[in-house]
């Protein structure tokens, strides 16, 4: 798993060139995959791994944003 200090941390992974073989994209809990291209999930919730890539290359894109708790205080008079 990835880890944030604080915060969520969510992934948006664009397969670009899938391999001949292998290099499939497992995650125990997706919020979206689509067509097996495009996929969103929280990599500091649930596991994820690539299986290992036979034959050919994969590419890919990866975008991450964290949602961080902001906790500021302020004093009113």
Avoid: Q
């Amino acid at each position: 798993m990835d880890m944030v200090s604080e915060g969520r941390l969510y992934k948006l992974n664009w397969v670009l060139a899938k391999p001949k073989a292998g290099g499939e994209f497992i995650c125990d809990k997706n919020i979206f995959n689509l067509f097996g291209r495009l996929y969103l999930f929280r990599p500091d919730l649930y596991e994820h791994r690539v299986s290992k890539i036979e034959r050919g290359n994969r590419w890919l894109l990866s975008f991450a944003l964290t949602s961080g708790l902001h906790n500021s205080s302020r004093t009113v008079s």
